[in-house]
């Protein structure tokens, strides 16, 4: 088992910027792709960003693509999520999970299905 707790939304302005974390205890880390995911209200959870074991590959949604820079610090077991450029539309409760390294690096990384680990989500408010 793989624990993961996000931290770092809140509330802010259209512009502005926020950093979320996600911390993952329990099984090893390693091995592990992790990955961002949004829902906003009445909207079906959506692919946000995620990134590889080693930090290497790193992949997008087109509609966060120049304003999110998702990274990891594998010795600290965590994972962020830079957002800049925040709009009102990406109000929405902030997931991340994890999925097989191997099968996000080979197949796909932004299939929410594939992916083993999930947190209990952070919420990002953003105020026009």
């Known amino acids: 088992q793989v624990q993961l707790v996000e931290s770092g939304g809140g509330l802010v302005q259209a512009g502005g910027s926020l950093r979320l974390s996600c911390a993952a205890s329990?099984?090893?880390?390693?091995?592990?792709?992790m990955g961002w995911f949004r829902q906003a209200p009445g909207l079906e959870r959506e692919f946000v960003a995620a990134i590889s074991w080693r930090g290497g590959r790193t992949y997008y949604a087109d509609f966060v693509k120049g304003r999110f820079i998702v990274s990891r610090d594998n010795a600290k077991n965590t994972v962020y999520l830079q957002m800049n450029s925040l709009r009102p539309s990406d109000t929405a409760v902030y997931y991340c999970?994890?999925?097989?390294?191997?099968?996000?690096?080979?197949?796909?990384?932004?299939?929410?299905?594939?992916?083993?680990?999930w947190g209990q989500g952070t919420q990002v408010t953003v105020s026009s």
């Open positions: 329990g099984r090893t880390f390693s091995n592990y792709a």
């Open positions: 999970a994890a999925v097989s390294d191997y099968y996000c690096v080979n197949y796909r990384c932004n299939d929410q299905s594939k992916f083993d680990y």
